[in-house]
């Protein structure tokens, strides 16, 4: 599958995404887009729970869907923490929700030579937050020709993001660039959000997407395992879509007390279908 974004301009200097996915679906509305899934690949039955029951909401609210799951966790807190049930399982599972569904698949990378490995099984390829900056990470997933979905760093202004697609550009200047926005680190345990990130990555011209999951994350806590506060993902999404996000990433789990990784920040599945309908009705207020 192939996934591209045409940009273009609409009423009032405002932005409209449409989006295509090879010659399975073409989206075209004033709508964002939704980056979701549960935190980690625990089993193929629950991938596939969740990816069935969004996909699902997005095609009755009209929302183009990008599935998301990490094949690997690498950036755990502790020793013991999950890590993933294995590399080219976890892949599998990804693939094959992308034929399954007809959905483009998001996975993020850690190391150079990962970026291969995962390209060959999904179609965007995502940095994660603390290495944005990583020259050699981000060049290796360009070269891949997969679309890249950079997280802004919680140590990083939106406006400095344009060195990291400058670096996707140099690599590949054919490769579709997406930024995501985190949250900025608050002391030691918290984020605070600053919407002005959103509007300055805009000035890019690439799609802008926020994290409506781990901007709300606790990170660093003394017992080894990082909270969250899910409560507010509403209150984050709404805002974003108010400001003009062009997508949103929400992790989603129908279990999260019991996820095997970032539970305490993700959506009840349940919570969804009101959630997204809520954002639709914010996004047709804006977009005119």
């Known amino acids: 599958m192939k996934i591209c974004y045409d940009i273009c301009e609409t009423f009032k200097n405002k932005i409209k995404m ?3 996915i090879g010659n399975i679906a073409k989206y075209d509305v004033d709508n964002f887009f939704l980056m979701a899934g549960p935190c980690a690949i625990e089993s193929r039955d629950m991938a596939m729970k969740i990816a069935e029951r969004v996909n ?3 095609v009755k609210f009209n929302i183009p869907y990008i599935f998301k799951g990490s094949y690997r966790k690498a950036n755990r807190t502790k020793a013991d923490s999950f890590t993933g049930i294995g590399d080219e399982k976890a892949l599998k599972i990804l693939e094959e929700i ?3 569904f007809g959905i483009p698949t998001v996975t993020d990378i850690h190391e150079c030579k990962e970026a291969q ?3 060959d099984f999904v179609d965007i ?3 994660p937050a603390f290495l944005c900056r990583q020259t050699d ?3 290796a997933a360009a070269k891949t020709g997969k679309a ?4 802004k760093g919680q140590f990083l202004s939106g406006a400095s993001m344009g060195f990291a697609i400058e670096k996707i550009k140099l690599a590949n200047p054919n490769v579709q660039t997406l930024l995501t926005d985190r949250g900025n680190s608050f002391g030691y345990s918290d984020l605070v959000v600053d919407y002005r990130n959103l509007v300055d990555m805009k000035e890019f011209g690439v799609p802008v997407i926020m994290d409506c999951t781990h901007s709300l994350q606790k990170p660093n806590q003394t017992s080894g395992v990082t909270g969250g506060n899910p409560k507010m993902i509403a209150t984050i999404a709404k805002a974003a879509i108010a400001v003009g996000a062009d997508g949103l990433f929400i992790e989603t789990h129908p279990d999260p007390a019991n996820a095997k990784s970032d539970g305490a920040n993700m959506l009840h599945l ?3 279908e009101n959630l997204l309908l809520q954002l639709v009705r914010i996004r047709q207020a804006v977009v005119y």
């Open 18 to 20: 449409a989006l295509n």
């Open 56 to 58: 699902s909401l997005c």
């Open 98 to 100: 992308g034929r399954a």
């Open 117 to 119: 490995v995962a390209g």
């Open 125 to 127: 390829l995502q940095i």
């Open 137 to 139: 990470l981000l060049e």
């Open 148 to 151: 890249v979905n950079i997280k």
């Open 270 to 272: 349940d919570n969804l």
